[in-house]
């Protein structure tokens, strides 16, 4: 009965043909996402950012949304609304120190939600990594530090059913963080030997992207709790903070953009979980008509959201340079997704009026828009 469910909630969010005639995209088959952490807008790409390469650099390379809000606090519920569009609960929004089974209703509502508690979601949950499967377009979620410990499996790593995460706090050698790593909450993907070929540490990405065979059309990348921004100063004596993973992107996005499947059809795209929680910061801030329902009456535990965090998106599809006020969010983020691989839209990605990326973004498409 899971498997039955869980194929009926795919084929109900299935596009009609109108909605892609009326919606004409560019060709992109290749998106990179890169999260990092707890930043917000102001502090990321405000004067005097710690940052240049990301706010700088490349913002001149592609559009920066000044609009873009994260969808709770504290960091997992955003990973989860990323690739699944699931609203956060009370476990996920405490980052789920114990990885439990989610407790709930049998089904998804009329909103797409599953109603409960709960940190592994249900084999009925649909993720956008099982949407792609069943167009046969491959995905991979690269984790860094995924491989690096001894006593853990190398790939689809995380804690056992109903036991306690050990990954909360970074060790030295060590900083991968399961919360960081949506795809391992959902019993579609840890049940099925796909999460061991497909959940992979971050060192395969390299290797991966030296060839348009071996290179995923969706990417999912998470650095480590260094790199990603979390952390200042590190366990292993880095600044941390936006100075490490300003070196991280320095290190890894030459990399990407010049592989051959981006400079074909591909999109990056760099953004953050959410903004601070706390402090002179803090910011709990939505848009886009956010829900709060089924599971919380506040997304953000001290307001309806996760902050504004902007964005940088990169392709040839997008004028470099460019700025763009429409307000996006993490929803908003994977119905565009949904939208490039004709996919239908899962959990609050279908919410009515939520705005998907359309010409505003893709303000190079047609191509010859961009000409001279």
């Not at 998106?31 to 990301?54: H, Q, R, W």
């Not at 760099?270 to 956010?290: L, P, Q, R, Y």
Request: with cysteine.
């Amino acid at each position: 009965m899971r498997i039955v469910a869980f194929v009926v909630a795919l084929l109900a969010a299935w596009p009609s043909a109108s909605s892609a005639v009326l919606n004409p995209l560019p060709r992109i088959r290749h998106v990179f996402i890169i999260i990092l952490e707890n930043k917000g807008y102001d502090e990321t790409f405000g004067s005097g950012s710690a940052a240049p390469y990301l706010s700088q650099q490349l913002t001149q390379q592609g559009q920066l949304l000044r609009q873009y809000y994260a969808t709770g606090h504290v960091s997992l519920d955003n990973y989860v609304a990323l690739v699944s569009g699931q609203a956060p609960n009370s476990q996920t929004q405490s980052d789920c120190q114990f990885y439990t089974d989610f407790a709930g209703a049998p089904s998804l509502d009329a909103d797409g939600q599953a109603v409960g508690q709960g940190c592994v979601y249900p084999t009925f949950v649909p993720t956008i990594a099982d949407q792609l499967g069943t167009i046969r377009r491959t995905w991979k979620g690269y984790m860094q530090d995924m491989g690096n410990s001894p006593s853990d499996p190398a790939t689809c790593r995380h804690p056992a059913l109903n036991g306690q995460d050990h990954t909360q706090s970074a060790r030295v050698g060590d900083q991968y963080a399961t919360r960081h790593n949506p795809f391992v909450y959902f019993h579609s993907i840890i049940d099925s030997p796909i999460c061991d070929t497909n959940v992979v540490p971050l060192t395969q990405l390299a290797t991966d992207l030296q060839r348009m065979r071996t290179t995923p059309n969706y990417a999912f990348i998470t650095p480590n709790l260094c790199d990603d921004g979390h952390d200042a100063p590190c366990v292993d004596g880095r600044p941390g903070g936006l100075v490490s993973a300003d070196a991280f992107l320095q290190e890894w996005v030459p990399i990407i953009l010049a592989s051959r499947a981006f400079r074909r059809d591909g999109l990056l795209i760099v953004a953050f979980d959410e903004g601070e929680i706390s402090g002179s910061g803090a910011d709990s801030s939505a848009c886009c008509n956010e829900p709060t329902d089924p599971n919380t009456a506040a997304p953000g535990i001290f307001g309806p959201g996760g902050g504004r965090v902007g964005a940088v998106l990169i392709s040839k599809y997008i004028r470099p340079g460019s700025t763009n006020d429409t307000p996006y969010n993490h929803y908003s983020l994977l119905r565009s997704i949904e939208d490039l691989f004709r996919l239908g839209h899962i959990g609050f990605a279908g919410q009515a009026g939520l705005v998907p990326f359309g010409t505003d973004v893709y303000n190079c498409y047609p191509r010859r828009l961009c000409r001279g």
